[in-house]
């Protein structure tokens, strides 16, 4: 990938940029995280003193909104261990939306074509414009495509469901432990 | 009695009128509260005439480089975005910018273009200034205050609760017994928050789904805006005192019936939406069950009027649904939804045609147990007859035009059904000339 390269090093320069400080980008990990992604790489680094993730515009393919996770100073085991199944979650996701999405668009015109090549029809009038079923005889592709999918979703469906109760609970899990983090800091400057 | 009755349907409808004047409201004076931040370090003045006319983004610490400003044909800030309650959180935390870079000059006619310093960082700051625009919708995950009631009336599906609350209240006033307001509230109270919960789960457990979706992509958990740990914690916060205040406050029995409503919208409907086209028929009892409870909260029984007043429910569930499934086909195909419009389409416009039937049948029933008076098969029969002559046009022509009228129809038919019940309910047995009871 020759040509994304000198974007990758300008990438990187404008993370660095703004990474000084606060924002603890790692911007190699966030490079490599990124290519992992089978949609565009979004170039998004967020300002310098933000302590919070930020969310984007919904991704062309996938429609899910990707988040750019924040890495606090001082992230704890637990916290970092939220933060990589959140990612990992993110990237599985965003993969099998793109794939199902894609498809569906791909075989949506496949199925088209087909259809009006059995008609006789042209793919284009002559006005230009493309011709196009109506809802009716798409029918027959919404119940073709869905029964073709089912056992793909019933297995997506299942690990999202687990990963879904496995991220809250850890936020819960997170979320109690800053509670006492710093309920124990307190005590301590109350006794000091 | 038909006073009472009246009031508090249009309380219902007020309060729903007053949330979304709210919503309408809140928008202007977020803007203004965007203003009153002025003092703080990362937002001036100068940002919000600066931002107003360009997109900037520092290349390198010496400022010198400096994205083509896109003109923007609006005139006032931020309203470019389809939605004001994103204006807030559009300005990013930037460093603040030196008088000297304000004052570089732009070239107007010029689309894109870039002035650089000479650096190596050239060939990036081409498709950095495309970048700028989607950066420009990166937002913040951040709570705001102020925000939050909107995003968990959202997230409760506001809208569905009051329709859900007023068809109890519907089935409180038409249960045979003395109107009691303090009952009344709290079963009131305790299904809506109830529902809220309710609703709270099914959206956390539908997130990626929402998003691929049109109507439900807009949802508070999609956007980003409230975390899934906050949303159960709120529908746990909803549900607890919601159930208590049913089970205690009001009787056990309507307390249960809550309870397993809640467990049938979030555990059974919400994942057999992706299994079996079943799922609309466990949903039309999820909707049949608030007016039992409301029944139930004024009489303390199941009889046969309140099964006349699910059913009443559940039948309607059909129509509506069926006929506003028919035009989601698309998403709900991709998406990997089971529903009836996709895989059986007959069968579905089969179903709503006999629902509908179903519900005149039913109006003839409800004064032969009691319910109403004769008058209200009378009054209520052109209205069915409407609906059911919606519903042949849908089974018979199959198309989107049939299947909008007919949900249309469905939304204003169940009030006005209601009403008219309420009006023709049956007076008390001791003589009493039917008025308004206290």
């Given at each position: 990938m020759a040509a994304l390269r000198p974007r990758r090093r300008a990438l990187l320069r404008l993370c660095r940029a703004f990474s000084s400080g606060g924002c603890q980008l790692a911007p190699e990990r966030g490079g490599e995280r990124r290519d992992a992604a089978p949609s565009r790489v979004s170039r998004f680094c967020p300002p310098r003193k933000s302590c919070h993730d930020w969310i984007g515009p919904p991704d062309k393919y996938s429609n899910l909104r990707p988040v750019h996770f924040y890495i606090p100073e001082n992230e704890s085991p637990l916290e970092q261990k939220l933060r990589e199944l959140r990612q990992e979650t993110q990237d599985w996701n965003q993969q099998f939306w793109a794939n199902q999405n894609l498809t569906f668009l791909k075989e949506k015109e496949k199925f088209i074509d087909s259809r009006l090549k059995a008609k006789g029809l042209e793919l284009r009038a002559e006005s230009g414009q493309k011709a196009t079923l109506n809802a009716e005889e798409m029918a027959d592709f919404y119940k073709q495509f869905l029964s073709k999918n089912f056992q793909k979703h019933m297995y997506y469906n299942r690990d999202w469901y687990r990963r879904n109760f496995a991220i809250t609970f850890f936020m819960g899990k997170v979320a109690l432990e800053r509670i006492w983090n710093k309920l124990g800091l307190k005590r301590k400057k109350t006794i000091n | 009695m038909n006073i009472i009755a009246k009031r508090s349907a249009s309380w219902v409808g007020g309060c729903v009128w007053y949330l979304e004047r709210r919503a309408l409201q809140e928008s202007p004076r977020r803007f203004l509260h965007l203003l009153r931040n002025v003092n703080q370090q990362w937002?001036?003045?100068?940002?919000?005439?600066?931002?107003?006319?360009?997109?900037?983004?520092?290349?390198?610490?010496?400022?010198?480089?400096?994205?083509?400003?896109?003109?923007?044909?609006?005139?006032?800030?931020?309203?470019?975005?389809?939605?004001?309650?994103?204006?807030?959180?559009?300005?990013?935390?930037?460093?603040?910018?030196?008088?000297?870079?304000?004052?570089?000059?732009?070239?107007?006619?010029?689309?894109?273009?870039?002035?650089?310093?000479?650096?190596?960082?050239?060939?990036?700051?081409?498709?950095?200034?495309?970048?700028?625009?989607?950066?420009?919708?990166?937002?913040?995950?951040?709570?705001?205050?102020?925000?939050?009631?909107?995003?968990?009336?959202?997230?409760?599906?506001?809208?569905?609760?009051?329709?859900?609350?007023?068809?109890?209240?519907?089935?409180?006033?038409?249960?045979?017994?003395?109107?009691?307001?303090?009952?009344?509230?709290?079963t009131f109270v305790g299904t809506g928050l109830a529902s809220c919960a309710a609703n709270s789960i099914n959206q956390f457990f539908e997130v990626p789904f929402d998003s691929n979706m049109n109507r439900t992509k807009n949802r508070p958990l999609v956007r980003g805006q409230i975390s899934p740990l906050l949303a159960v914690s709120f529908a746990a916060c909803c549900a607890v005192p919601g159930v208590a205040l049913l089970t205690w406050g009001v009787n056990p029995l309507t307390g249960a019936l809550g309870l397993f409503n809640i467990f049938l919208y979030t555990c059974c409907y919400t994942p057999l939406k992706r299994i079996s086209i079943a799922n609309t028929w466990v949903g039309a009892v999820v909707g049949a069950i608030p007016p039992l409870m409301g029944w139930t909260a004024a009489t303390g029984s199941l009889d046969a009027g309140a099964f006349l007043l699910g059913g009443i429910l559940y039948s309607w569930q059909f129509p509506h649904f069926n006929a506003l499934s028919w035009g989601l086909r698309e998403d709900y195909s991709r998406g990997g939804y089971c529903m009836m419009s996709v895989t059986h389409p007959d069968l579905c416009r089969r179903v709503a045609l006999r629902h509908c039937l179903a519900l005149v049948a039913m109006s003839a029933a409800a004064p032969a147990l009691d319910v109403t008076t004769w008058t209200f098969p009378v009054i209520a029969l052109p209205i069915n007859l409407y609906i059911s002559y919606l519903g042949f046009r849908f089974y018979r022509d199959a198309d989107r035009k049939s299947s909008r009228k007919l949900f249309f129809c469905s939304l204003w038919h169940l009030p006005l059904f209601l009403l008219l019940m309420l009006t023709c309910k049956r007076p008390a047995a001791q003589g009493d000339a039917g008025g308004p009871q206290s």
């Open positions: - | 937002v001036t003045f100068q940002h919000f005439n600066f931002l107003r006319h360009m997109y900037v983004t520092q290349l390198n610490r010496s400022f010198n480089q400096q994205i083509k400003p896109k003109p923007e044909p609006v005139p006032s800030p931020f309203l470019e975005k389809a939605s004001l309650d994103e204006a807030k959180t559009e300005i990013y935390k930037m460093r603040p910018l030196s008088p000297a870079s304000l004052s570089l000059s732009r070239k107007p006619n010029e689309k894109e273009s870039i002035e650089l310093e000479p650096t190596p960082v050239i060939e990036g700051s081409i498709a950095v200034g495309t970048e700028t625009k989607e950066e420009k919708q990166w937002k913040e995950m951040k709570l705001r205050v102020d925000d939050l009631p909107g995003i968990l009336a959202r997230l409760s599906k506001i809208k569905l609760t009051a329709l859900v609350v007023s068809t109890t209240s519907a089935g409180f006033a038409l249960a045979p017994a003395p109107f009691d307001w303090p009952c009344f509230l709290l």
